[in-house]
């Protein structure tokens, strides 16, 4: 298996709160990518990283933003979390943009 | 019109039976195809690449379709193992290094 963490794995958060979370990688892949995972819409890119320090917007990436420092580390924040951002969020990495990506375990985050 | 469509089942068969999913996609320009397995409350992991010219894998076949735009997949001699959603994914169309994931194909086999 790719050798991707996500953190934390569970988070419960009450609305108007920060959150971040976090993927870490240790294959030196080049492409980084957050989705979050609905019932009934598959998963969605919010944003994705083709380097350290370039990012792009994906087709949900309202109330979201992203930073990479380092190529390891791909950090998701909810500046405020609301209601409508409780989902399943999934890493995924790939070292060529157009090939397969590989996926971190997830993490469940609810927004009371 | 959805970029990756799937019919998403459920598709019940019984251990050792043929099932197969067909998965649509609307970018004619689209060059990576691949189809990905995940498990309840699991994340999505690579099943199998899809190749121009098909390919098969074990008891797993995919085919594309480039002419009608669809990719198919192909489980022969099921296993309850193989219980799980199998989702089609493609590259998107305003960049070949964003995939597109269908919303997935559930399937269930019952022993």
């Known amino acids: 298996d790719a050798g991707i963490t996500q953190s934390p794995r569970h988070k419960v958060t009450e609305t108007g709160t920060p959150v971040t979370l976090r993927c870490h990688q240790t294959?030196?892949?080049?492409?980084m990518y957050w989705y979050r995972q609905d019932p009934g819409h598959g998963l969605r890119l919010i944003h994705y990283?083709?380097?350290?320090?370039?990012?792009d917007k994906g087709e949900v990436s309202d109330g979201y933003s992203v930073s990479r420092s380092k190529t390891e580390d791909f950090l998701l924040t909810l500046e405020s979390a609301t209601s409508s951002q409780t989902s399943v969020y999934f890493c995924?990495?790939?070292?060529?943009?157009?090939?397969?990506?590989?996926f971190g375990p997830g993490t469940r985050l609810t927004v009371l | 019109r959805k970029e990756v469509e799937q019919d998403p089942g459920p598709f019940n068969v019984p251990e050792g039976a043929t099932v197969a999913f067909n998965c649509t996609y609307s970018n004619s320009a689209s060059q990576s195809f691949f189809w990905y397995r995940q498990d309840c409350r699991k994340e999505p992991k690579l099943l199998m690449s899809?190749?121009?010219s098909g390919n098969e894998d074990g008891r797993f076949t995919a085919q594309l379709n480039r002419a009608s735009q669809y990719i198919s997949l192909l489980i022969r001699d099921s296993k309850l193992s193989d219980s799980a959603t199998y989702l089609c994914?493609?590259?998107?169309?305003?960049?070949?290094?964003?995939?597109?994931f269908g919303s997935g194909t559930r399937l269930l086999v019952r022993p």
């Open positions: 294959e030196n892949h080049r492409y």
């Open positions: 994914v493609v590259n998107g169309e305003d960049s070949s290094y964003k995939l597109i």
């Open positions: 899809v190749y121009s």
């Open positions: 995924a990495i790939s070292d060529i943009g157009f090939n397969e990506q590989f």
């Open positions: 990283s083709y380097g350290v320090k370039d990012t």
